[in-house]
């Protein structure tokens, strides 16, 4: 099993969710077949991996997270 990014995974999950919007309502993945696709669970991963996603690319960027230096005087 390979490692997924969340960016990739947000990928799939869009791509799951164009799917069943345009009519189908069953896809294989890895030799897996899924059938009838709960658009509310989709959703629900889309807006996880959406922010974890943003979360992995501000860490790739060195813009997020909280790795700040405090000095405290004595």
């Known amino acids: 099993m390979t490692t ?3 960016t990739q ?3 799939l ?3 799951a969710i164009d799917k069943l919007l345009t009519g189908s309502q069953s896809w294989s993945y890895n030799g897996r077949q899924y059938t009838r696709a709960n658009i509310f669970t ?3 991963m ?3 991996y959406a922010k974890m996603a943003a979360r992995e ?3 790739a960027t060195g813009r997020g997270g909280r790795n700040r230096v405090r000095y405290i005087g004595w």
């Open 46 to 48: 889309e807006r996880h």
């Open 9 to 11: 995974r947000l990928a």
């Open 42 to 44: 989709l959703e629900r």
């Open 57 to 59: 690319q501000a860490a």
């Open 4 to 6: 997924q990014t969340y």
């Open 13 to 15: 999950v869009r791509e």
